[in-house]
């Protein structure tokens, strides 16, 4: 166990304590809870409060410069055994969307994350990783083996988009034989544009996953990331109980892996599928809860501006009430004609926000999109470490994009 850092901003900044949502640190038996430590500019501009989860089995962050602008998300690797999929896009339209390659260094942050052969022990065993570059067909650029060998180099942007096909050769690699069990440990995470394909053939496909007891995840760079996606796909996305995120910044594909991680990249031990925290820059879909309302929670800066975005997609009328931590309403409001419901609000507070949307139509498939939008920036994670204390976690730097 890591000894307590000395923080370079006193006690103030670590006192306060927020959950950051309960059901994006959920890793089955073993609760972790993440440690979100907001740090201020050297300059003074920018001045954070440090949002602190105690769990006695929880290693503290790592020792944080005073002139840090960004804090850290620290993200336990699970149990090891796992078998995962970091899926591609490397089609032409790639140049325009994301010209810096920002998706293959979200892949490269999510092999990171994983157990490698060398950090494998008696009670922790070492996860597998492949790696599956598609554009108008797929390849299998890295088979599955050690995390810490795979090599994302040869990923470039040219050719069509066979979304299908990625998924499918995903699929295939992580179920070959002698590769070890599949159902419950495996699991599948796809960063595209989302520009082509069949919709019909990449459902059947993600159908074929669930059906293996794989969990895939999506993150769509789309133009608009708003707008509702394919309702079918998206249905048999949350249906494998992944993550779907859009996002219209290619910076926040870092985001979206460390939130997958975070949620759970597997349906083993490592999540239960519910995604109830809101990351700025990315949009989120959810099942209406047939009880409802769902919730969800944001952790708010004094003076942040927040504009909250809820899409129906087949959820029907939504009517949405954002509350502060007392419980106190700020705000409400119902879809339009488009199924959009917005809000727009100044955080009154550093504190936790709180938004329930309700749905007419509460059949089992009923889906919406959640964002949030930021005066802040986008919430990027752009680093993911291994702590050297313990080969059970990894510290994530979470970075705010300007």
């Not at 239960?272 to 969800?296: M, Q």
Request: one cysteine or more; a negative charge; proline letters at 4%.
């Amino acid at each position: 166990m890591a000894s307590e850092p000395s923080w370079p901003f006193g006690a103030a900044f670590s006192s306060v304590g927020l959950w950051l949502g309960h059901n994006i640190c959920a890793y089955g038996k073993t609760e972790i809870m993440l440690q979100l430590i907001h740090l201020a500019a050297a300059t003074g501009f920018l001045a954070s409060v440090g949002h602190t989860f105690a769990h006695p089995d929880l290693v503290l962050p790592r020792q944080s410069a005073p002139t840090a602008l960004c804090p850290d998300l620290q993200i336990p690797s699970g149990s090891g055994g796992r078998k995962i999929a970091v899926v591609i896009d490397s089609s032409s339209s790639n140049h325009g969307t994301d010209p810096d390659d920002l998706r293959v260094a979200a892949g490269r942050s999510l092999a990171d994350v994983l157990v490698s052969t060398a950090e494998a022990t008696a009670d922790l065993q070492a996860d597998q990783l492949a790696i599956v570059d598609f554009d108008s067909s797929a390849t299998v650029i890295y088979e599955l083996g050690d995390p810490a060998a795979a090599d994302f180099s040869s990923i470039d942007s040219f050719g069509g988009t066979s979304i299908v096909s990625g998924v499918e050769a995903a699929v295939d690699e992580l179920t070959k034989p002698e590769s070890g069990p599949t159902a419950d440990r495996a699991g599948i995470v796809v960063l595209t544009d989302g520009q082509g394909g069949s919709v019909a053939s990449l459902v059947e496909q993600i159908n074929r996953a669930i059906g293996l007891g794989i969990r895939v995840s999506f993150g769509f760079l789309a133009a608009d990331a708003e707008g509702a996606g394919d309702p079918d796909v998206l249905a048999a996305i949350l249906s494998s109980s992944g993550i779907y995120s859009a996002f219209d910044n290619a910076a926040a594909q870092q985001g979206f892996v460390n939130l997958v991680v975070s949620h759970g990249l597997t349906n083993g031990g490592a999540g239960d599928g519910d995604t109830s925290t809101l990351l700025a820059g990315l949009s989120i879909a959810a099942k209406v809860d047939p009880d409802g309302p769902n919730t969800f929670t944001y952790a708010a800066q004094d003076g942040e501006d927040l504009g909250f975005t809820v899409t129906s997609v087949t959820a029907g009328n939504l009517t949405c009430a954002l509350s502060d931590a007392s419980g106190a309403e700020l705000a409400t409001a119902s879809s339009d004609e488009s199924g959009l419901a917005t809000i727009n609000v100044t955080a009154p507070a550093t504190s936790e926000l709180q938004l329930s949307v309700s749905a007419s139509n509460t059949s089992e498939d009923a889906t919406f999109l959640v964002m949030v939008n930021s005066s802040l920036g986008i919430a990027s994670h752009s680093e993911v470490k291994l702590t050297s204390e313990t080969s059970k976690k990894h510290n994530v730097q979470m970075d705010r994009m300007w």
